[in-house]
């Protein structure tokens, strides 16, 4: 969580303002749990995003409800935003989209919305550009006059691989997860640096996860507590969460099977259980180091490992 110190003389305040904590830290690689919430609506858990940002630049990683004021509160920077990843088209990951589209061409940079997501990203896109239609007329063309630019989204439908490389800098792979029936989604490695995050999005337990989170240094894992297993067994239900997420024993076991260092448990079912319950339960399958998510926590890479601050 980003804390201010507003002693000091002017210049100090203003140096504060434009750069909160931001600058300063600038660790080589660093998340930042924006929303750690589910479809539920929650006052203290916004809806499922993180930041991977590294060296500065941020990646944001879906976009559920009460991004932007999470954005705000954890001191990002709108024109340090570089990309944007959604892992799938549920509503609850994309439900803050039009919100963080928007913001970032009022207060960014005035580059081109730059989104990545499964099929059907694109009509995403054509959605939230209709929804702004009147908005964007009148901010680009009458007032502020902001740029053409900024009011456009470049969206890319992925498939499994590395969808984005800077050279030396950061490279992202998309791989394949099972949430069926919601098909395609993803979930996302960031490498930097000899560094890694992986972020499931949302899963059921599945050995492409287990590869391609190999050996990182945090894997993000969605997990549920409470659920009842029963109903997957019959074959003729309807479909229910646990069908197709993860609880935090099966988040654990992830863990175990990848080799990761930390454990970071979000998009927590239900968002108002016990921390203690998700931490138990992913502490019976894993024994390295495991962080029930709350928003606005921040963990670098690789110093938390050392860290006592958080569970
Ligand atoms: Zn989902
Ligand atoms: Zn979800």
Redesign the pocket.
């Given at each position: 969580m980003v804390r201010r110190s507003w002693a000091g003389t002017g210049w100090i305040l203003l140096l504060a303002l434009l750069s909160p904590a931001w600058a300063g830290q600038d660790p080589a690689m660093e998340l930042v749990l924006l929303g750690t919430g589910y479809p539920y609506p929650s006052a203290d858990r916004a809806g499922p995003s993180c930041a991977v940002v590294v060296g500065g630049v941020a990646f944001i990683v879906d976009a559920g409800r009460g991004i932007g004021m999470r954005i705000a509160a954890a001191g990002i920077p709108w024109s340090a935003i570089r990309s944007v990843f959604i892992?799938?088209l549920?509503s609850?990951?994309i439900d803050g989209l039009p919100d963080l589209f928007h913001s970032c061409w009022q207060f960014g940079g005035g580059r081109p919305f730059e989104l990545y997501g499964p099929e059907g990203i694109r009509g995403v896109a054509e959605g939230i550009l209709k929804f702004y239609e009147a908005d964007i007329r009148i901010r680009r063309d009458l007032t502020e006059k902001l740029p053409a630019e900024g009011a456009e989204i470049d969206a890319r439908a992925i498939g499994e691989g590395v969808v984005y490389s800077a050279p030396d800098r950061v490279r992202v792979t998309a791989f394949a997860v099972n949430?069926r029936p919601?098909e395609p989604?993803f979930g996302y490695r960031f490498d930097a640096g000899g560094r890694s995050i992986v972020i499931t999005?949302?899963t059921r337990p599945d050995p492409n996860l287990d590869r391609f989170a190999r050996g990182a240094d945090i894997l993000v894992h969605e997990a549920y507590v409470n659920g009842d297993t029963a109903s997957r067994q019959d074959g003729s239900h309807s479909w229910t969460i646990y069908d197709?997420?993860s609880s935090a024993a099966e988040a654990g076991a992830a863990a175990r099977k990848a080799n990761v260092k930390i454990l970071v448990l979000t998009h927590l079912i239900p968002g108002n259980a016990p921390e203690k319950y998700f931490l138990d339960e992913a502490k019976r399958n894993f024994s390295g180091r495991v962080i029930v998510g709350r928003d606005l926590l921040r963990i670098p890479v690789p110093d938390s490992a050392d860290s006592p601050a958080v569970q």
């Open positions: 892992t799938h549920h609850d990951h949430h919601v989604a999005g949302d197709y997420h």
